[in-house]
T-cell receptor, first 117, second 112 residues
């Protein structure tokens, strides 16, 4: 049973194209995230989203947009792809913060390696 | 906002040696400190975490220590094995925020 899944695993496309990456979690979590991991392995958070709030990292270009059709899905849409968008993109989910001990581990998807040529 | 510094960026040890990775954080309100391991080509996965009401936590060969006064926490791996080779990330998050701040990662190489 895959807790957090992403499709596709690999994505090769040309500059200027628009693409989407899909993410689904079957853990019943309320909060989902998108991360970008560059060649130096740095994990940069792009978005976090629960059923109430979308938080956007202000450094993320507006060519990137998350779309959540329901609580179990958070897809990533990228418009006008650029060479610098090449990276591994990870989706993640966690329990909703709440209560006295309100931070929990994140469960990551397998990643999508995006290559822009 | 929170800033997490992680050192060293690369750590090379012989099998059987101990490895220590250190992180410092800036936000005194941070109260949750997880450590993730990412093997080559795989996803990051939680290996151990600690909350601010605890000073130390152990799980077999892995331990984490937290010094709230100094705002630093460390990962200790004893009797390292080649399969411990991976990138390790520390993170910190504060109560009321579900967005963790990650360190830049430490590449641990264990030589057989």
């Amino acid at each position: 049973d895959t807790a957090v899944s992403q499709t596709p695993k690999y994505l090769v496309t040309q500059m200027g194209n628009d693409k989407s990456i899909k993410c689904e979690q079957n853990l019943g979590h309320d909060t989902m995230y998108w991360y970008k991991q560059d060649s130096k392995k740095f994990l940069k958070i792009m978005f976090s989203y629960n059923n109430k709030e979308l938080i956007i990292n202000e450094t993320v270009p507006n060519r990137f947009s998350p779309k959540s059709p329901d609580k179990a899905h958070l897809n990533l849409h990228i418009n006008s792809l650029e060479l610098g968008d090449s990276a591994v993109y990870f989706c993640a989910s966690s329990r909703l913060a709440g209560g006295r001990q309100n931070n929990y581990e994140q469960y990551f998807g397998p990643g999508t390696r995006l290559t822009v040529t | 906002g929170e800033n997490v510094e992680q050192h060293p960026s690369t750590l090379s040890v012989q099998e059987g040696d101990s490895a220590v990775i250190k992180c410092t954080y800036s936000d005194s309100a941070s109260n949750y400190f997880p450590w993730y391991k990412q093997e080559l080509g795989k996803r990051p996965q939680l290996i151990i975490d600690i909350r601010s009401n605890v000073g130390e936590k152990k799980d077999q060969r892995i331990a984490v220590t937290l010094n709230k006064t100094a705002k630093h926490f460390s990962l200790h791996i004893t009797e390292t094995q080649p399969e411990d080779s991976a990138v390790y990330f520390c993170a910190a998050s504060r109560r009321g925020s579900y967005i963790p701040t990650f360190g830049r990662g430490t590449s641990l190489i264990v030589h057989p």
